[in-house]
């Protein structure tokens, strides 16, 4: 199946700075996912991406979709002690229906 | 809060034990999941249904049984556990199976002793 690599492991910021979290996989992707799981929680979907250089915004976050359809960005702008969680991107499975695989995830830690 | 009901949030179970972890959605959504997720680890697919069929089986041990009684209702059969099978059991269900969102439940708690 498709798999992707995802960049940092870990990100720790004071509150008020920005976080920018990364994707990138060898083949071309058909869409990929946002997620995010607070401590203790379960993974809450944040955005779907499909076009080639697709930019969507929520509030402070805003999520690209890389030209080549091989990375993907989620981006924070002045981080809120409310952002602590672990962000996964995910993407299909090609032909393998309904198969989401998960990057390893970026630990965000936000310090007040 | 989820539309993904999981019971119960927690399990302590024996090596010798059998017990099943259950999830209900009525949002319609045709498509269901197991994922298991062990700490500061993403989730890892295990089993997906797909209109009440088993579609994918991520080649998890036998000890490991899914079951899809209906489109709502989706368990998840423990036997023989052993305890590296200690995780978080996250049930999610999606509108169909193609790229759509995962709506996760709370997930189980599963520590086996």
């Known amino acids: 199946g498709q798999q992707v690599m995802q960049i940092p492991q870990y990100q720790h910021v004071q509150e008020g700075e920005d976080f920018t979290t990364y994707c990138n996989s060898s083949?071309?992707?058909?869409?990929i996912q946002w997620y995010k799981q607070r401590p203790g929680g379960h993974p809450v979907f944040l955005i779907q991406l499909v076009k080639s250089g697709e930019v969507k915004k929520q509030k402070r976050l805003t999520f690209q979709f890389g030209e080549a359809k091989k990375n993907s960005s989620l981006h924070i702008t002045a981080t809120q002690t409310t952002d602590v969680g672990t962000y996964f991107c995910a993407v299909g499975g090609g032909t393998s229906y309904g198969k989401l695989t998960f990057g390893q995830g970026t630990i965000l830690t936000v310090h007040p | 809060d989820t539309e993904v009901t999981q019971t119960p949030k927690h399990l302590v179970m024996g090596m010798t034990n059998k017990k099943s972890l259950k999830c209900e959605q009525h949002m319609g959504h045709r498509a269901m999941y197991w994922y298991k997720q062990k700490a500061k680890k993403p989730p890892e697919l295990m089993f997906v249904y797909s209109y009440e069929k088993l579609s994918i089986n991520e080649s998890v041990p036998s000890r490991f049984s899914p079951e899809c009684p209906n489109s709502s209702l989706l368990n998840l059969h423990l036997h023989a556990l052993q305890p590296e099978d200690s995780a978080l059991y996250l049930c999610?269900?999606?509108?169909?199976?193609?790229?759509?969102?995962?709506?996760f439940g709370n997930g189980t708690r599963l520590t086996v002793t």
């Open positions: 999610a269900s999606s509108l169909g199976p193609i790229n759509s969102p995962l709506h």
């Open positions: 083949t071309t992707l058909s869409n």
